[in-house]
């Protein structure tokens, strides 16, 4: 059975799109039944600004409590800038994800830095902090809610002052959700080519019904991590149209059924799918099988 490796952003992507506070305590119990489920890699929060981003106010709250607690997890966070990361390795983190969009418009409405700001601000990052692992996560890297449709040849040459500056994970992202599985390969394949040793993760957002779809494309072009959050909670404050991203519980259960090992427990995500939706009544779910009355699952 081939492993694929599930990583769970929900905790950021999802909760970050909530205008109501969610409860830290509410927080840790989706965080932790998460992990009870057998979610082994997770995107717990993001270090920015509470003003851009209110909800993520209690960044180093939660990081220090599930740092201590499960010191076995591999456990990250989204950071923007240079405080943000040492915000995060204070924290206890040892993985980061640094975010810049294809789309230089997107990544002035996003992160307020020009395409050479976002640049100098990781080699900032790299110098200060040495031993911090970074994963670039290419946002809009299928399409651009400004700039349209977004290609293989602009993701490739983008790509190459990132990799010179040491970056050896790269997460393709479909921002808005305007992917197809043709574009995937294509961009997957011109990636791979150019940067063989580079690893690949992919995150992908369920706007057009695409999120499934897409995401196998990436795995049967030998992408072994993907991203989802449970429920399907998502979007993106910052590109509108955006919804939803790929449930998790809706994934795992695909690729069970295909034989592949993912290592979660259906009938406990779906359980704790079900919690969240009803603690979080305004967020935007994607999911299916969190909707179903009955608890057999593979009805």
Known sequence: MRKIEIYEVGPRDGFQNIPEYIALETKKKIIEGLLASGVAHMQI???????????MKDATELTGYLVDKYPDADLMALVPNLRGAQGAWDAGLKTVSYVVSLGESHNKANIRRTHEESLSELLKIREALP?????????????????GKKYASDAVPFLKPYVEAGVSVINLCDTIGVANPAQVRETIDAVKAEYPDMELEVHIHDTRNMGMVNTLAAIERGVNKVQSTLGGLGGCPFAPGASGNLATEDLAFMLTEMGYDTGINIEKMVELAKYQLGEIPSGKFSGHLLRIQNKNTEE
């Open 45 to 55: 929060t993001s270090f920015v600004s509470p003003k851009a981003i209110p909800q």
């Open 131 to 147: 031993d911090l692992d970074i994963c670039l996560d290419l946002a809009t890297t299928f399409g651009c809610p400004f700039e």
